[in-house]
């Protein structure tokens, strides 16, 4: 693992509350929401995903009720989809502010997407495109063989 381990059940409980809060801005527009979201997704993935909120809710309400587990999920892929989401979800506030109200849609569907995929599916979408990303593109600093 190239980064801290992390309970996998988290950042499925994670991508619930995401979904729910894009269906919300789908369904009101309410850019200022996606603008929270953006700081959430900023948190996870630029700071860490410990202190980033919904990380912290499921630490604190979710997982002291479940059964411990020995299971555990390296955190950089997660944190790039984190990444992926923040790069969406900006787009999609921007887009609401500034009145591109199409724009502000297709990104918020896209980022909705992405996260009830894991929601739902257990399959993280922007974890699968970080492995291909480390399968296919060399290593920085790598020496040829």
């Known amino acids: 693992m190239s980064g801290p381990a992390v309970d996998p059940r988290g950042p499925r409980f994670a991508a619930v509350l995401t979904s729910v809060v894009l269906v919300v801005v789908l369904l009101t527009s309410w850019w200022p929401l996606l603008a929270a979201q953006t700081v959430v997704f900023a948190i996870g993935a630029f700071i860490g995903l410990k202190p980033a909120p919904y990380s912290v ?41 500034a009145g591109l109200t199409w724009l502000g849609l297709v990104a918020t569907a896209f980022a909705l997407f992405a996260a009830f995929l894991n929601a739902a599916f257990n399959f993280c979408l922007g974890c699968e495109m970080y492995l291909l990303i480390r399968r296919f593109l060399p290593r920085a600093g790598a020496q040829p063989s």
């Open 57 to 97: 809710l499921y630490r604190t309400l979710v997982a002291p009720r479940l059964r411990p587990t020995t299971e555990r999920e390296d955190a950089a892929p997660l944190r790039f989809a984190q990444a992926v989401g923040f790069v969406f979800a900006l787009v999609g506030t921007i887009g609401y502010a």
